[in-house]
């Protein structure tokens, strides 16, 4: 009798390992370089999302394979890519911090029925370049426009814009210059600045020249965004009574600590604060902070990364664990729920988030420590990028 319960029980567990999957998730990102701290940040909103709901979905168990794109190249972002899908089986691909790494992967979807869940990558046009594309993160064009609606409102009407030149930063200027036109403001002019600038001092002193009461800026996030800040108050712009608006890339929290007090007072219009008061994000916070080791590390990436896992888990519920990229993406297709950033979903026509964009201020806490602190709220926001192109 008791060889015959063993042969049964190791029978049931033969079956159950049988059915069981390993679903390997594949994430690109800069996990080395000057942009370390963002794919840190990749990896914080993913390990929090498996502490706080495990590695399982149903019998099948989650597996991350991270690839490492230190800047944008979209050459080896593509090779790494093909090596997940070919080589390592991965059934999803996620992550992206750059624009150009995440278009050079999109023709690869199709043929290795692989979805794609972008966790950072901003220009709106992404989503267009395959049907199994889903954006969990934000676009410059959502994050710009609501920025220049503030101007107007705070009587700015002459600005001038500043942007790194490649997409989010085209699709940024366009964002806000359409916006602040509409609403009866004049851009007086607009720059673009090869990526590799990091010297702006040129650039300050023709905002000064500009006659402009107001500089619209986007750079990458890292270390650029803190040397334009840094020369926005070292130039005598801030003294000088021009505003400085941006979204909110440009105030990351782990910059925050560097710029200081000069830091204060900027306003910014974005997806996500580290400070937004929700027992949601509280609980993300607590659970991200611990995952990337160093608290004051912690940015925007990781709650799109967090996003995108709830994400991810759902495709591998719809599909039973089996690769099926349409039918992954199908199901989620207007998905809503509760993020640590506020209510979101996923448009079921562009398969873009739809999200609460924050006017938010620079503020020093009690604690010394400086902040991101919300004072508007602009509901339900759609990417106006998408509706812009057509």
């Known amino acids: 009798m008791k060889k015959l319960i063993l042969a049964a029980a190791a029978s049931l567990l033969m079956t159950a390992s049988a059915y069981a999957e390993v679903i390997k998730v594949g994430v690109v990102g800069p996990f080395s370089g000057p942009f370390a701290i963002q794919g840190k940040n990749f990896k914080a909103g993913i390990d929090a999302y498996l502490a706080e709901h495990g590695n399982k979905v149903g019998e099948n168990t989650i597996e991350i394979l991270y690839r490492d794109v230190p800047q944008p190249d979209p050459a080896q972002s593509k090779a790494l890519a093909q ?51 889903v954006r969990t993160s934000f676009t410059t064009w959502q994050t710009s426009a609501p920025m220049a609606k503030t101007a107007r409102e705070r009587g700015v009407e002459k600005a001038i814009t500043v942007v790194s030149d490649y997409g989010p930063g085209v699709d940024s200027e366009t964002a806000f210059k359409t916006t602040f036109e509409k609403e009866g403001g004049t851009v007086v002019e607009s720059i673009r600045m090869p990526l590799s600038t990091n010297d702006f001092s040129p650039i300050m002193q023709r905002v000064r020249d500009s006659g ?99 994400v991810i888990t759902k495709m591998i519920e719809a599909t039973g664990g089996k690769q099926d990229a349409e039918k992954a ?20 026509e562009t398969r873009h988030i739809t999200q609460n964009i924050y006017l938010r201020e620079v503020a020093k806490g009690d604690d010394g420590g400086y902040y991101n602190k919300e004072i508007k709220t602009f509901e339900k926001q759609p990417d106006p990028g998408l509706a812009a192109a057509k």
């Open 83 to 133: 090596e997940l899908v070919v080589k390592e089986g991965v059934q999803y691909l996620a992550g992206f911090y750059f624009t150009p790494d995440a278009m050079a992967v999109t023709p690869l979807l199709k043929q290795g029925n692989v979805p794609m869940v972008i966790m950072n990558a901003a220009t709106s046009a992404i989503v267009t370049k395959s049907p199994l594309v």
């Open 329 to 348: 993406v199908e199901a989620v297709k207007g998905l809503a729920w509760e993020s640590p950033r506020g209510p979101v979903s996923i448009d079921p």
């Open 212 to 310: 402009a009461q107001a500089v619209f800026a986007f750079l990458p996030s890292g270390p650029t965004t803190l040397g334009f800040v840094k020369a926005y108050n070292e130039n005598g712009l801030k003294q000088a009574g021009i505003q400085f608006l941006a979204p909110g890339d440009l105030t990351q929290e782990s910059d925050l600590p560097a710029i200081g007090d000069a830091g204060v007072g900027i306003l910014t219009t974005f997806h996500y604060s580290i400070a937004h008061d929700s027992p949601e994000n509280k609980a993300f916070v607590a659970a991200a902070q611990k995952a990337i080791g160093n608290p004051a590390e912690l940015s925007f990436p990781s709650v799109g990364a967090y996003d995108g896992m709830f």
